[in-house]
């Protein structure tokens, strides 16, 4: 019996109220998408991903930016904790965001960093609902590729945001704690609470029904997988000797992540006295749920696009756990001074310390005969170079992945200065599907993303 056959297209494991999707598996993939001259199934069917990573206040470029370029670069302080991902990344210096610039508009560089990141597009200065800026690369894309999947886009973050008020010097808080935007005046706000998050993958889309999965859970004391066992055994003896083994991990993968949000939940509870939120009191796990949950919607074909702020921009918070007591926000304007701009560069590596742990976690999940990671394009980055002189040119800005073979990793590329970061943006879209000429104040498709 061909046992490629017999499953065909199954893709899902199904349970009371619970779909959950299932890797890429050899057994699972479609015959015809096997060719002459692909080494595996998996190989000639696994989808490309992009995804979209924000962090605040710029970042202390003297510890940032490599000194040497092309595959021989080094990593200063900032960047070392990559040393282990370093041939699946990418520096890219040079890179310009001009609509975060105030153009007339005066002050409000946060808010214009983070609703220009995305969009290449001038915010409207408005603290009223008359909010315009532009679609976000990430919505283009998924308007494209959305109905592939289950969910068109994945959108996280750690702070809870404000859709309205005034957030910074006349400009909407809308703009200030999103980066994707669905149209010009319709933010796409992110999902903060991992609890949520990770019930959404596994409700089909319904949030009424994420939301009686996660109650009737918590009233027989049940994880999600006690849903799907019974599929799940069905399914196993069907499959090659090399998928049982990737079924088995990646279910173990699901159980410990859910586990780890059960537990902080927990904590949370015991340290305020109150229900359990499901928003971690620890940022450190708050951080590396959300990435591991972005890592499981990609794994699974969830979603193809997703997009992550990790803070912010303008967020003050302080980072007592590595030293840094003073607000975040308050130290980027540091005038200078030599003290400030090490706290400075510790936050920033400390946010570099999270993305290196996404980055191994996606090289280990095997796909095909390469990883997740070799399918995915990752952008991580700021709408603000140095925080002092609230600067929108050479943006830190890293890029992780092989894009599916589109993408060379593995170097530090400098761009003539004013190059927009749209016009990777532009690149990446053509990779995706999306073909067009222009995006934002894009100028051309960006060059060197191979070699």
Request: hydrophobic share 35%; net charge neutral; with cysteine.
């Amino acid at each position: 019996m061909n046992t490629r056959n017999s499953l065909h297209r199954r893709t899902f494991l199904k349970g009371v109220g619970t779909l959950m999707a299932l890797p890429l598996l050899e057994s699972l993939a479609p015959l015809a998408a096997t060719d002459a001259g692909s080494k595996s199934v998996v190989d000639a069917v696994a989808p490309k991903r992009v995804g979209f990573i924000y962090v605040p206040n710029g970042a202390n470029m003297a510890d940032w930016t490599p000194k040497k370029l092309g595959s021989d670069f080094d990593l200063p302080y900032i960047l070392e904790p990559l040393s282990s991902v370093k041939s699946d990344l990418c520096v890219f210096s040079g890179l310009t965001h001009d609509k975060a610039r105030p153009n007339g508009d005066g002050a409000g560089d946060h808010a214009r960093a983070s609703a220009a990141f995305l969009t290449g597009a001038q915010p409207r200065k408005t603290s009223g609902v008359d909010i315009h800026v532009g679609i976000s690369v990430d919505q283009v894309i998924g308007n494209k590729v959305g109905s592939q999947t289950p969910f068109r886009t994945l959108e996280l973050g750690i702070d809870r945001g404000q859709s309205s008020g005034n957030c910074d010097s006349g400009y909407s808080c809308a703009y200030q704690f999103n980066i994707s935007w669905r149209t010009p005046t319709s933010p796409v706000p992110p999902e903060t609470n991992p609890r949520l998050a990770f019930d959404r993958l596994f409700s089909n889309g319904d949030a009424s029904e994420s939301e009686a999965l996660r109650l009737r859970r918590q009233n027989y004391r049940k994880s999600i997988l006690d849903f799907v066992m019974e599929d799940a055994r069905e399914l196993n003896p069907k499959l090659g000797k090399t998928d049982q083994r990737k079924l088995d991990e990646y279910l173990t993968s699901v159980r410990d992540l859910e586990r780890r949000i059960e537990f902080t939940e927990k904590v949370s509870s015991e340290m305020t006295g109150k229900r359990p939120t499901g928003e971690p009191q620890d940022f450190k796990e708050h951080v590396r749920l959300m990435y591991d949950i972005m890592l499981l919607a990609f794994q699974t074909d969830s979603t193809r696009v997703a997009s992550f702020i990790v803070a912010h921009d303008g967020s003050n918070r302080p980072y007592p756990f590595i030293g840094v007591n003073d607000g975040h926000h308050d130290i980027s304007h540091h005038g200078d001074d030599p003290e400030k701009k090490a706290k400075i560069a510790k936050i920033n590596r400390f946010h570099i310390e999270q993305f290196a742990y996404f980055l191994e976690r996606m090289r280990s999940t095997k796909e095909g005969n390469g990883s997740l990671l070799d399918n995915c394009m990752l952008v991580y980055g700021s709408g603000i170079a140095d925080g002092n002189a609230h600067a929108h040119d050479n943006l830190p800005v890293l890029v992780a992945g092989r894009s599916g073979g589109q993408l060379t990793p593995g170097r530090h590329v400098r761009y003539a200065k004013e190059t927009p970061m749209t016009n990777l943006y532009l690149s990446m879209m053509d990779q995706m599907g999306v073909h067009s000429e222009r995006f934002g104040d894009s100028t051309g498709k960006l060059g060197q993303l191979t070699v």
